[in-house]
């Protein structure tokens, strides 16, 4: 959240070690000005009472307009094994880093009902407030066997009712997580509070299932809470909605007053094993944060990283006008490549004779691995090899390729770790989207690489995907970066803009900026 000047970063910490733990999951709390050099403070939350002396698991901030009170609403897990919600706040709002947060003696506000598995009901959605004064709160939960997001109601954040039926549910999903509900302008670049709504509004919901984000766009009447899906629902399309195709998981978007946009934060999971975690001591990254607005067509999102990362960028190499023939390999010399940002625009003169495919019946990510970066295509693939070893025999490669579907060309996006470690393998080795571009323009790709992550946009921000790799061999200073054709074609690069990348700070509380360069 963005509450008086600073920026406060709450996430799932288990103090005792790198995995879950039983009864050890507190919030772990950081702040900042800027969102990318952070400072640890003290535990938000600690399980402490006997509603969660199994964990203090995830939730949102509300901040209260009636008095600028932030409000911490979460889930635990009570003695009994029921997951039931409560608030926090803070003891002393003056002070700027809010480090000392009191539970409630009304806790818990909401236990389950009885037509819900106790042990299906979490992640409190940050609240919105209706004209009335309403607070409305979702909850991520299951009925039967459907997904779905239980509406709650209260005037005063203490007593909270169920609605008569869920915001939205589906069929296609399993129990949601991490649930998110957050309005969208349909008429500028902006960011919107919660809490607003009108007739240049649409609003999104995300569910977590699966191992995936997905998000629906559509229409929210708070007079009758009824919310209806405008477009592709939940799994009801080839063109999936997802904020991001790859290791991405349990996002939570939170509304910057300060610069009116919307931001993105993620969970990266580690890609190889739970042992490797135990080994190294802690389990997991954060993406970095991303700007999130709605598409001109009305019917999907756009992300981009947030300006502040740019702030990091140093060292700038630039490629102009570069053709980039059949099987041509070209190194991108003169930046960090283990810590980079690359944006880069392809063309081609032509889409003679590409591939024929039936875009109705494909999954992208099925897609991708029989059409790996190794397999030659007419156009693609072409793209980058990042963390790539100078005998690029390791190697993660970004790409592009082009198929001609039924009625239109068809744009294919990949990610391809099947070749980024000799010795670790990841779970998901490649990642895939369709793009929804027109490849008869130049086509963007930016990716930004820290070491065990890649980042990449496509599309300028359309399709995300984000990746985890362990190379032995390309690390530091032996690190290379490339674009690369391996389509019998060649492809154009417009333009192509990379530089090197300074570490974020990261300090304790007490102590100076810890700069490790």
């Not at 880093?97 to 979490?122: A, G, M, Q, Y």
């Not at 109601?153 to 589906?170: A, E, K, T, V």
């Not at 690029?392 to 099947?418: P, Y």
């Amino acid at each position: 959240m963005y509450y008086n000047g600073v920026y406060h970063f709450f996430y799932q910490y288990n103090p005792h070690g790198a995995t879950w733990g039983n009864g050890n999951l507190s919030w772990a709390h950081s702040v900042s000005y800027n969102l990318i050099d952070w400072t640890h403070i003290e535990h938000a939350l600690v399980p402490t009472e006997p509603y969660d002396l199994r964990g203090c698991w995830s939730g949102s901030v509300t901040i209260l307009p009636s008095d600028n009170t932030p409000v911490i609403f979460y889930t635990s897990i009570s003695h009994e094994g029921e997951e039931v919600q409560n608030i926090a706040m803070p003891s002393n709002t003056s002070d700027p880093f809010l480090r000392d947060w009191v539970k409630s003696r009304h806790n818990p506000l909401i236990t389950p009902p009885s037509d819900i598995d106790p042990r299906s009901f979490r992640d409190p959605t940050t609240a919105w407030q209706k004209t009335d004064g309403t607070w409305c709160v979702l909850i991520g939960s299951q009925l039967g066997s459907d997904g779905a997001g239980i509406l709650y109601r209260s005037r005063d954040f203490i007593s909270w009712s169920r609605g008569d039926s869920p915001l939205h549910m589906s069929n296609r999903t399993g129990m949601w997580e991490c649930p998110d509900f957050y309005p969208v302008s349909t008429s500028g670049g902006h960011g919107l509070d919660t809490s607003t709504n009108g007739e240049d509004v649409l609003h999104v919901l995300k569910a977590s299932f699966s191992g995936r984000d997905d998000y629906v766009v559509g229409t929210y009447d708070p007079e009758t809470d009824e919310f209806n899906v405008v477009g592709v629902d939940f799994m009801d399309d080839r063109v999936q909605l997802r904020y991001d195709y790859g290791n991405f998981y349990a996002s939570k978007s939170f509304y910057d007053a300060a610069k009116k946009r919307r931001v993105l934060w993620s969970w990266i999971l580690e890609g190889d094993s739970e042992a490797n975690s135990i080994e190294r001591g802690w389990y997991g990254l954060q993406a970095l944060p991303r700007s999130v607005l709605l598409h001109k067509d009305l019917r999907k999102l756009i992300q981009w990283p947030i300006e502040e990362v740019e702030q990091l960028r140093y060292g700038k190499v630039m490629l102009d006008n570069e053709e980039i023939e059949s099987g041509k390999v070209l190194e991108i010399s003169g930046v960090t490549a283990s810590q980079a940002d690359v944006e880069v625009s392809f063309r081609f003169s032509n889409l003679d004779g590409v591939e024929l495919i039936d875009e109705g019946l494909l999954d992208p990510q099925l897609t991708c691995i029989q059409n790996n970066a190794s397999v030659n295509g007419v156009i693609g693939p072409f793209g980058l090899l990042v963390l790539a070893s100078e005998d690029l025999t390791e190697q993660t490669a970004v790409f592009f390729r082009v198929f001609k579907g039924r009625q239109k060309h068809t744009m294919l996006m990949c990610s391809d770790q099947s070749r980024s470690s000799l010795k670790t393998q990841v779970k998901d080795a490649i990642y895939g989207s369709f793009l929804d571009v027109d490849p008869n323009e130049e086509i963007s790709l930016r990716t930004l690489i820290d070491h065990s992550i890649i980042e990449s946009f496509g599309g300028k921000g359309k399709s995300c995907i984000t990746a985890r790799a362990y190379p032995t061999l390309a690390i530091s200073e032996n690190s290379h970066v490339y674009v690369f054709n391996n389509g019998a074609k060649s492809v154009g690069v417009s333009s192509l803009s990379a530089w090197s990348m300074k570490n974020a700070r990261f300090s304790q509380e007490g102590s100076s900026w810890l700069d490790s360069e």
